[in-house]
């Protein structure tokens, strides 16, 4: 069983800049692709970017192309997602989830193999 666990939230102005970190115990996330997500209040949950097992493959929703970008490093069993450029539409509770189907199988949604409990990102205009 695998446990993710996301960091580096906060309050930030926009145009400020946060990393943030999904770290993984109880088994590697190299075999998983890996995706972003968020969800603000009474919106539905929303598709950011994901990464192949390998790394080799990013996907990115239109609304954060250019300034967020998902990155792993395998020997810390960690994801990140380096968010550039922040605006008030930005604010929401950020999660990371995986899943061993692959990254279209993340890109997609729905019910994924492992979930984090999610960090809150606000950005002040």
């Known amino acids: 069983q695998v446990q993710l666990v996301e960091s580096g939230g906060g309050l930030v102005q926009a145009g400020d800049s946060l990393r943030l970190s999904c770290a993984a115990s109880?088994?590697?996330?190299?075999?998983?692709?890996v995706g972003w997500f968020r969800q603000a209040p009474g919106k539905e949950r929303e598709f950011l970017a994901a990464?192949?097992?390998?790394?080799?493959?990013?996907n990115y929703t239109d609304s954060v192309k250019g300034r967020f970008t998902i990155s792993r490093d395998s020997a810390a069993n960690t994801v990140y997602l380096q968010m550039n450029n922040l605006k008030p539409e930005d604010t929401a509770v950020y999660y990371c989830?995986?899943?061993?189907?692959?990254?279209?199988?993340?890109?997609?949604?729905?019910?994924?193999?492992?979930w984090g409990q999610g960090t809150q990102v606000t950005v002040s205009s």
């Open positions: 989830a995986a899943d061993f189907g692959g990254l279209w199988v993340v890109r997609g949604g729905g019910r994924l193999d492992y």
């Open positions: 109880g088994g590697s996330l190299t075999s998983y692709a």
């Open positions: 990464i192949s097992w390998s790394g080799g493959y990013t």
